[in-house]
């Protein structure tokens, strides 16, 4: 069975998924995402709070893309989670 | 402990190269920390940023107060007594004592999980006591043997983290701890029977600590070789 994801590697396949696509609709980070409605909410709150992700819309349709801050993150985050790995935190 | 330097005479100073290499490691580690908890928001993180901070405060203590004790032997002593130099390296010997304990307080919170306030408050304060009292009385084999002590805790935790995730840099984490353990072990033998050779091996083994976190750090910035 596979580990749960913890914050930190959610919000990265989050970032990650979204970088992916270019701009990607709510609906899609839910499945894509593996994630139920509420946390999915609750982390693009968070996200878009921080300045990582923005929303745009389109012909009345709401899509995420990523920010410059958001982008810097991905790169980073294979060393930031060297580093949690190599702590145990 | 800083203004009862008890290694061979030709070390004096060379100890603050190590602690140089050690601060700029804690600087590091604590950036990284910082960064991980801007992204998590959560509180375990913020202590681990906190704990390498406190490090990085008192390692820098120290390598001011080494040259002001030496400063103050080599050309006032006995002439100004008491020396500005003299209070300045205490005021400074103060503050390393309590930031070094304070910085692994931060890291049992990390690795215990505790975030009960009245708990952390209960801890702290029996190690701050300790650590008045090590310091009140001068009794740095006290000071010393209660790192060794927090330390050991610690080092239980990154031992069972380098059995879970069996990585290298969890390996590096892991020896780093055990030889800053063993190190003020050691220390706090040198205090006790004034051994200057003690002085001199907790050093050295404190440096290879160091330079154990240094290459995980390299292995973190660059990657890991692709075979």
Redesign the interface.
């Known amino acids: 069975m596979a580990e749960r994801r913890n914050?930190?590697e959610i919000?990265c396949d989050i970032l990650s998924l979204i970088q992916r696509q270019g701009k990607i609709k709510p609906t899609h980070i839910l499945y894509k995402g593996n994630l139920s409605y509420d946390r999915m909410k609750s982390y693009i709150t968070?996200l878009e709070g921080?300045g990582m992700i923005q929303e745009i819309k389109e012909k009345d349709k709401s899509f995420y893309i990523i920010t410059e801050k958001g982008a810097r993150?991905v790169e980073?985050s294979?060393?930031?989670k060297?580093?949690?790995?190599?702590?145990?935190? | 402990m800083i203004l009862d330097f008890r290694g061979p005479n030709w070390f004096f100073g060379a100890d603050i190269v190590i602690q140089i290499l050690g601060l700029i490691i804690s600087l590091v580690i604590a950036y990284y920390g910082y960064k991980l908890y801007k992204i998590t928001s959560r509180k375990i993180d913020l202590y681990f940023s906190i704990a390498f901070a406190l490090l990085s405060l008192d390692l820098i203590t120290y390598i001011i107060a080494v040259p002001t004790v030496f400063l103050y032997y080599a050309y006032y002593y006995p002439a100004v007594q008491p020396g500005v130099l003299l209070t300045f390296a205490q005021i400074l010997n103060f503050v390393y004592m309590f930031t070094t304990s304070l910085a692994f307080i931060f890291l049992i919170m990390v690795y215990s999980g505790i975030e009960r306030k009245n708990v952390i408050a209960l801890i702290a304060s029996l190690i701050f006591a300790l650590t008045a009292y090590s310091y009140i009385t001068r009794s740095y084999f006290g000071f010393n043997l209660i790192n060794a002590l927090l330390l050991a805790f610690i080092v239980f935790h990154v031992y069972n983290n380098f059995l879970a995730k069996k990585s290298k840099s969890a390996f590096l984490v892991m020896v780093s701890f055990m030889l800053l353990t063993i190190s003020y072990l050691i220390l706090a033998y040198g205090f006790y029977f004034s051994s200057n050779l003690a002085y001199l091996f907790s050093h050295i083994l404190q440096f290879l600590g160091y330079a154990s976190l240094l290459i995980m750090l390299i292995r973190v910035k660059y990657g890991r070789k692709k075979k």
Do not use: Q, S, T, Y
Not at chain 1, 82 to 89: C, H, P, Q, T, V
């Open positions: 914050k930190f919000i968070e921080k993150l980073e294979k060393k930031i060297e580093l949690r790995d190599a702590f145990g935190l």
